[in-house]
């Protein structure tokens, strides 16, 4: 008997079509390999259908009183408290994820989120009217910027989709979202959801692969190109919005430094750090991947961070046990598998280093200690449960090592010493740095980094900011 296939469809201008064309792309369950439903692959038509839907619903939205786009958030926020089982359902046929972790994990901080912005879109400041020349007043306006083009990631479908659309609609922009041509199904889902919410046009979402995204930055509607995903997608949506000067927000790749001082509890430290390394995958920009530890306690540090990853389960979504799911799909385990295979002869894997069962996409939680600064695996981002060690003799070295790398996103810094901390914390070219923690974010906080980890903020009043413009509107007294 044929299972039949669930068909995802574009969500344009209040309404669900087909790609124009018919394309489709077939969706994989990670936890699986098997294809479980279809999407459209859309092109220039359906990119075209959509930037006019958010264009033309752009003037009514943008003249909504924050007050009003407030209420509105509230109940797209209610709405995902009351549809979280599907959503959940939709995320773990999406990516493979644990269902208890995907409920607690996920659903929780997306509600708060969206509901921060909500707020934040009655607070927005502004310098108070003056008279700066003779005879003129002048007074600063914050606007939204207009059709905003955002492409959002398949390691977070869900909350990623979050992160761009609440900010943006919150300013008054209007919003065509692109998920991931692995990871739709969620994304379709919160279309319906603030479908019944937001008038039409106002919220679109297309379906497609990497040049779909192409077709939308490339577009002249848009005002702002907003991606979270890797510095390669990322380079290439800056090239093609400076051919005509859209405005770009980039949250790419990372690869955390986590700086382990000699007088840290050990034991504290490699259970948070294996959880903050390992969990979603490690498929997660700020996870802890890149560990440094003073050379007095590495050996303990690795022996019992091997026993950590040995200890850590991955496996099925409905599996309670488990502290992570598959790899998202094919191309992503070989591209972890990859970086095991080409370690140098200097290197050792303490623990895991291969594929785990024969169906879907599971890695094992991997240790690799006797690492080098300009190895292959501690300059690139490997994305995948995989935690590399690093030995450092003093504090100095620490702050070489850490900032060694191309990537700029996040770090953390673990000992019991308040001056070397702020001293790390100063130092750390990072976006974010924590100290005797990795990984947690809160909405008021914000999330983004430098170098080529990109530039713009996530979550926080400065994510809020990103989404709007500034007109200075100067009047005569005379």
């Not at 792309?25 to 958010?54: H, K, R, W, Y």
């Not at 208890?100 to 879109?121: C, H, K, Y």
């Not at 040049?211 to 002249?220: F, K, L, Y």
């Not at 969990?279 to 007095?296: I, K, M, W, Y």
């Amino acid at each position: 008997m044929t299972t039949e296939l669930r068909r995802l469809r574009n969500y344009i201008n209040g309404e669900f079509r087909d790609a124009a064309d018919g394309r489709t792309i077939d969706v994989v369950n990670p936890a699986t390999g098997e294809v479980f439903a279809t999407s459209p692959l859309s092109g220039q038509a359906d990119v075209d259908a959509a930037m006019d839907a958010a264009a033309a619903a752009f003037p009514a939205w943008r003249d909504t009183t924050p007050a009003e786009r407030q209420k509105v958030l509230l109940k797209i926020a209610d709405a995902f408290e009351e549809r979280a089982e599907d959503l959940i359902a939709a995320e773990v046929e999406n990516t493979g994820k644990p269902v208890a972790l995907t409920a607690s994990e996920e659903i929780p901080p997306m509600v708060d989120q969206i509901r921060f912005f909500a707020g934040a879109a009655r607070l927005l400041e502004g310098r108070s009217a003056g008279e700066y020349m003779e005879g003129m007043t002048s007074i600063v306006r914050r606007e939204p910027v207009g059709v905003c083009a955002q492409v959002a990631p398949w390691n977070y479908p869900m909350m990623m989709a979050v992160w761009k659309f609440a900010p943006a609609l919150a300013a008054g922009n209007t919003v065509v979202l692109k998920p991931s041509d692995t990871t739709p199904a969620s994304t379709v889902l919160i279309a319906e959801i603030i479908g019944q919410i937001v008038p039409k046009g106002v919220f679109n979402v297309i379906c497609g692969d990497r040049e779909t995204g192409r077709a939308m930055v490339e577009h002249p509607t848009p005002a702002m190109a907003s991606i979270t995903g890797s510095v390669r997608a990322g380079m290439q949506v800056a090239e093609s919005a400076s051919k005509d000067v859209k405005r770009v927000h980039l949250e790419l790749g990372g690869k955390a430094p986590v700086v382990v001082f000699e007088d840290t509890d050990i034991a504290k430290a490699v259970e948070d750090i294996s959880v903050a390394g390992f969990f979603n995958a490690g498929q997660d920009c700020t996870a802890a991947t890149r560990v440094l530890v003073h050379e007095s306690i590495h050996d303990e540090f690795v022996a019992q961070l091997a026993k950590a990853a040995t200890d850590t389960k991955t496996g099925q979504p409905d599996d309670e046990d488990v502290l992570y799911g598959p790899l998202n799909n094919a191309n992503q385990l070989k591209q972890v598998s990859g970086f095991i295979d080409r370690l140098p002869a200097h290197a050792k894997v303490e623990a895991g280093g291969h594929q785990v069962g024969d169906k879907g996409y599971f890695y094992a939680p991997t240790v690799v200690s006797g690492l080098k600064q300009d190895d292959e695996i501690v300059q690139n981002e490997v994305f995948g449960p995989v935690i590399t060690v690093q030995s450092f003799r003093d504090e100095e070295q620490a702050l070489a090592y850490a900032n060694g790398v191309e990537f700029a996103l996040a770090s953390s810094v673990w000992t019991k010493d308040h001056a070397r901390a702020m001293r790390m914390s100063k130092s750390l070219d990072f976006g974010c740095v924590w100290i005797n923690t990795h990984i947690p974010l809160v909405a008021e906080m914000p999330h983004g980094g430098y170098k080529k980890s990109g530039y713009g903020k996530d979550l926080s009043a400065y994510g809020f900011e990103d989404y709007t413009r500034i007109k200075h509107v100067m009047t005569s007294l005379g």
